[in-house]
């Protein structure tokens, strides 16, 4: 008699597990994939004492943290962290992940500033910076920018501060697919043969953003200075068409901030791939004309 509650007892919960993967898979096959929030917030002192500069870590997030394995969501939450943190911890789980890249921030910190305070406190025992003064700041903010269907666009923003004049910031945009988990890249739904007429269209279209006519007058603006306009992955698969970012100082002063070129569907209709997987997950409402 016990021996066969034991085997019913083993039954029932292989049963359970078996229900409950279907209704998980079914849940992932009709997209409804969870991103959960991680969040940290802590600063790190010089040589252990609150009242020296310290390193300020601020990291906040969305991703998948189910632990269950599934394909499509380890290349989500693989894309995440790898455009988050970098390579070296995007096979991390997640809160791992973040608390071993604040880890290495902080060992940064120390081993850079440390020794230079250390010879000025050599001098002057008493000596305590001010106006943050050898400290630093970084920032790291991970989001979900626009869902639809099965695709998914999620932006990264990092701001760093390690003296100077300012700060750097730049942001990181990426599209994925939620059928795969995969990254979707331009040329997946664009022509790639007409990647000259694209990156002339991006040029005519900052000209009518700007109000000018000529690239010369982009140039005197500061447009172009620090380098051309390129078909960048940093993109945006947005509702009214792919828009194309680029950062501080990749074409044009860090005064003139984030630059943004939008080219609309309507636009890019006769370079759409029409057939491609990727090109049906564009959320137009009129494949032909995209508006």
């Given amino acids: 008699m016990k021996t066969k509650k034991i085997a019913l007892l083993f039954i029932l919960l292989a049963t359970l597990a078996y229900v409950m ?101 050599a001098a002057n025992p008493n000596y305590r910076p001010e106006g943050g003064l050898y400290s630093y700041v970084e920032e790291l903010f991970g989001q979900v920018i626009y869902r639809q269907d099965s695709l998914l666009v999620y932006g990264v923003e ?31 739904f664009l022509d790639e043969k007409k990647a000259r007429e694209l990156t002339d269209m991006l040029w005519k279209q900052l000209m009518e ?14 447009y172009g200075t620090l380098g051309d306009l390129y078909l960048t992955d940093n993109y945006e ?12 100082y990749e074409i044009a002063p860090y005064a003139m901030g984030m630059i943004v070129v939008t080219l609309s569907y309507k636009d890019l209709a006769p370079y759409i791939l029409e057939d491609s997987a990727a090109a049906k997950l564009l959320p137009r409402t009129n494949k032909e004309y995209g508006q």
Wanted: charged fraction near 20%; glycine fraction near 6%; charge should be negative.
């Fill in 237 to 248: 698969i947005t509702p009214n068409g792919i828009s194309f970012h680029f950062n501080q």
């Fill in 158 to 188: 990092i701001f760093g501060y390690t003296g100077g004049a300012h700060g750097h910031f730049f942001t990181r945009l990426f599209n994925l697919d939620l059928h795969t988990g995969k990254l979707i890249r331009l040329f997946d």
């Fill in 21 to 121: 993967s279907c209704n998980r898979n079914k849940s992932l096959q009709s997209g409804q994939i969870i991103l959960d929030s991680l969040s940290l917030e802590r600063s790190t002192h010089l040589f252990g004492d609150t009242t020296m500069p310290h390193n300020s870590i601020s990291i906040v997030f969305a991703c998948p943290t189910d632990s269950m394995p599934n394909v499509v969501i380890d290349s989500i939450r693989y894309n995440i962290l790898n455009n988050l943190f970098g390579p070296q911890y995007a096979s991390m789980k997640p809160r791992e992940a973040m608390l071993a890249y604040a880890a290495a921030s902080d060992s940064i910190y120390l081993a850079e500033v440390e020794p230079e305070l250390k010879e000025e406190l």
């Fill in 209 to 222: 953003d700007q109000d000018v006519t000529s690239r010369e007058a982009l140039n005197e603006m500061g």
